[in-house]
């Protein structure tokens, strides 16, 4: 199984441009969701899905936005970069949000 | 609202050393779920357990173990005779499904090794 996938695994933008983060499971999980990890800031929640067709904010949303369509994908899309969007990001699944998470490998964002 | 606290930003102990990693959570559930993750200087972050509120005994994993005590909000990591291989960062997580389905990290103890 491959678990998560997310590309890219490294990306540098102008501000102002656009991207989607990808993120892909094959373990049939309900849950996804997406956190930046900024240093001395640990993981901060950006969106979270607890199902196809169902996406909801976390504590950092904005300038983020996500659709989740099928079980399997959870894109995150930057629609306007800022320097402020810097970091690195992971997406995560489980069974539930109850249940422990399963993480990717992680994306490291520059916007200069 | 849910919140973790990890005071301890950063620790350093020679190997061999036992150490505690705190943890101290707020929320106003009855139902609630504690995590302890590790991400190592790779960079990938890695499972390491899950409590629910209504289990209050300890835990214990080879050298790891965890000290959950309701009546001081805490579950507490600690790892005895330390490795180098334990450096790494460590996050505590919390989690209310019956509020909501978010999971919320605290800020993760920097743990170094020292040989």
């Known amino acids: 199984n491959a678990g998560v996938t997310q590309t890219p695994k490294f990306q540098v933008l102008k501000t102002g441009q656009s991207m989607t983060l990808q993120c892909a499971q094959d373990?049939?999980?309900?849950?996804m969701s997406w956190y930046r990890q900024d240093p001395g800031m640990g993981l901060r929640l950006i969106h979270y899905s607890v199902g196809a067709g169902i996406t909801d904010q976390g504590e950092v949303p904005n300038g983020y936005n996500v659709s989740r369509s099928t079980t399997e994908d959870f894109p995150l899309r930057l629609l306007s970069a800022a320097p402020s969007q810097t970091s690195v990001y992971f997406c995560a699944s489980s069974y539930a949000g109850d249940e422990k998470l399963f993480f990717g490998s992680g994306t490291q964002l520059s916007v200069l | 609202a849910q919140k973790v606290t990890q005071a301890q930003t950063e620790i350093s102990v020679v190997e061999k050393e036992d150490v505690t990693l705190d943890c101290v959570y707020e929320t106003r559930d009855t139902t609630y779920y504690l995590f302890w993750y590790k991400q190592p200087p790779s960079g990938e972050l890695v499972f390491l357990i899950r409590?629910?509120?209504?289990?209050?005994q300890n835990e214990i994993s080879g050298r790891y173990s965890w000290n959950f005590q309701k009546s001081t909000s805490s579950f507490n990591f600690t790892i005895t005779a330390s490795q180098v291989v334990d450096s790494a960062v460590y996050f505590c997580a919390l989690s209310e499904p019956a509020r909501d389905d978010k999971i919320i990290f605290g800020k993760g103890t920097r743990l170094h090794i020292l040989p």
């Open positions: 409590r629910n509120s209504f289990d209050e």
């Open positions: 373990m049939n999980h309900e849950y």
